[in-house]
């Protein structure tokens, strides 16, 4: 399954601080937010189990930073933001 990497790297994020939050906490609310993020990172991995998913969006992310598409995009981006300065 192809995922915008600002989507997967935010879903990443919500992960590791609901997670946290959870083991600090352990509220309802949070289980339920870290469990409906869990979900949502198997369906856009395409994976059935957290660690797989959590493995193959890592795996993405790291793919697609170092990939020579991704680094002409973040030049271009950073050029334009440059240039409305």
Do not use: F
């Not at 660690?51 to 973040?74: E, F, I, Q, V, Y």
């Amino acid at each position: 399954m192809l995922m915008a990497r600002p989507v997967l790297k935010n879903l990443l994020e919500q992960y590791e601080t609901l997670s946290a939050l959870h083991a600090e906490r352990g509220s309802k609310e949070t289980l339920r937010r870290l469990e409906d993020v869990s979900y949502t990172l198997c369906v856009s991995t395409g994976t059935r189990d957290i660690d797989a998913a959590l493995t193959a969006a890592r795996h993405r992310l790291a793919t697609t930073a170092t990939s020579p598409g991704h680094r002409a995009r973040h030049a271009a981006t950073k050029n334009a933001r440059a240039l409305a300065s």
